[in-house]
């Protein structure tokens, strides 16, 4: 029976599409195949449960293969597992670099490796920069980069797109989009770009990659880094990673906002009351350290002057938005909408014609793709907590993962409102976002890596 068994997941593994990158093969988050359960947990449809080490990336996968990365003591690890069993069948590891200044929710290994068709993996850390390995953990090749100039660390996942590897690094000065070529790790173009400090992942489509971020669309070409295209005007913050739908709609959502009064900061951590903020007032505020670091004169004192030269960089709209591909402009804002964007990790998701967004406290909203209108807006009961993981689509249900292990499982209806399945507890925090294949959920946790699914699935 357990030969059997064995030999059914193997099955369920080659006929299923590779989950190869954050967010799946096309970054949209949603399976195209079905079988996934709802109910996961110790005793529910649980195949296996692995220990990993410590980490946020979210797992992708190859046809034999898990991988995720991870970070411990000065080392930055890409961990390979048996997609069948779960057993740990390597781990290597590069040491950090550097330590780039970072928000305390990004992880030295928050960054989600990429995988070729070829089962190889590459795997991009922002205090060291890209390594690739092959299926059975030999190092193939090394592309050390960095020190970035970054106040919250860099958040980009690397795609890939006509046998290159493409890096997104936008700072504070100095950002770039670059290709690295798949087989050797040689630099085959690098473009600066104006956009500064960012954290979300570029499209690939076709021969072209897309980027959304500090207040700009993007689009190149992935054989030469030529930019084809600019649109200007959006939000400055931007996050989470957008979502390409039907080949011609991006949707994606930032926050920008009011500038915040220097006041404001000095009444909370100006101790000797001179007016200004020093390291010792300051301590391991990441924002406040990136002006003192960044701005100005770069004496690491942060006076009005320099705290209200950042303001200027961070202000503009809060809202979702949806873009058309095409055009003169190479695209065009169709609408914006909604507000209460700032500090949203998640990245939005399609499903039943509508725009999902998740928020910290369970918030979520849904809005109509076509018009940006608000359909319906609530409170997932049973799963308040913060969010950091991504929602996910399998079987059109609705997949929420809490930084608390929460995982909450609904049912979109067509008028954007919703009904709770099932919300499950791992009990270990989440903050990665699943990955899905074969009707199987692959779950990580801030100790485990699991695998939820029915012998049957497909």
């Known amino acids: 029976m357990r030969r059997f068994t064995l030999a059914l997941l193997l099955a369920c593994v080659a006929g299923a599409e590779d989950w190869s990158r954050f967010r799946g093969p096309d970054g949209l ?33 190859s046809a034999k293969h898990v991988f995720v990365t991870s970070a411990e003591g000065g080392n930055l690890y890409t961990e390979c597992f048996d997609r069948a069993t779960g057993q740990r069948l390597w781990e290597r590891a590069v040491e950090q670099r550097h330590r780039d200044l970072a928000n305390a929710l990004n992880h030295p290994a928050a960054i989600t490796p990429v995988v070729d068709r070829d089962g190889n993996v590459y795997s991009f850390f922002k205090d060291f920069g890209m390594v690739s390995y092959d299926p059975s953990g030999k190092l193939r ?26 890096v997104v690094a936008d700072q504070l000065e100095g950002s770039f989009v670059a290709a690295f070529d798949q087989r050797n790790g ?16 570029p499209l690939a489509h076709g021969d072209r990659i897309y980027t959304v971020s500090r207040g700009m669309f993007g689009a190149y070409t992935a054989a030469t880094g030529e930019r084809t295209a600019t649109l200007r005007g959006l939000a400055s913050a931007i996050v989470a990673s957008p979502i390409l739908v039907n080949g011609d709609t991006i949707y994606a959502f ?26 010792e007032e300051y301590g391991s505020d990441a924002f406040v350290h990136g002006i003192a670091k960044y701005i100005g004169n770069r004496d690491m004192i942060v006076t009005e002057d320099e705290w209200n030269l950042k303001q200027q960089a961070v202000g503009g709209p809060t809202c979702l938005f949806a873009l058309r591909l095409g055009g003169p402009g190479g695209a065009r804002e169709l609408w914006r909408a909604g507000k209460g964007f700032n500090g949203v990790i998640p990245s939005p998701l399609f499903a039943a014609g509508a725009v999902w967004v998740v928020k910290n406290g369970g918030i979520l909203t849904s809005y109509d793709a076509a018009t ?22 399998a079987d059109g249900r609705i997949y929420l993962a809490s930084e608390e292990g929460k995982i909450a499982v609904l049912q979109p209806k067509p008028d954007g409102q919703w009904d709770v399945l099932k919300v499950n507890d791992l009990d270990e925090p989440l903050y990665a976002t699943p990955a899905l294949s074969g009707g199987h959920l692959y779950v990580r946790s801030g100790v485990a890596l699991y695998r939820f699914g029915t012998t049957t699935a497909r």
């Open 29 to 61: 988050g949603a399976a195209k195949d079905a079988g996934y359960p709802v109910e996961v947990g110790a005793a529910q449809n649980l195949v296996w449960r692995t220990a990993v080490r410590a980490g946020k990336s979210s797992p992708v996968l």
């Open 141 to 166: 090749w090394l592309a050390p980069l960095g020190p970035f100039v970054t106040s919250m660390g860099l958040g980009a996942s690397p795609v890939l797109a006509g046998g290159r590897v493409i």
């Open 186 to 201: 040689e630099l085959r173009w690098k473009q600066s770009r104006e956009e500064a400090e960012s954290w979300s992942s």
């Open 254 to 279: 930032g926050y920008g906002g009011e500038p915040t009064p220097f006041a404001r900061t000095l009444t909370r951590l100006d101790k000797n009351g001179d007016g200004k903020l020093s390291p």
């Open 372 to 393: 940006g209108n608000t359909l319906h807006a609530g409170r997932v009961e049973g799963a308040l907590g913060g969010y950091s993981s991504s929602p996910v689509l």
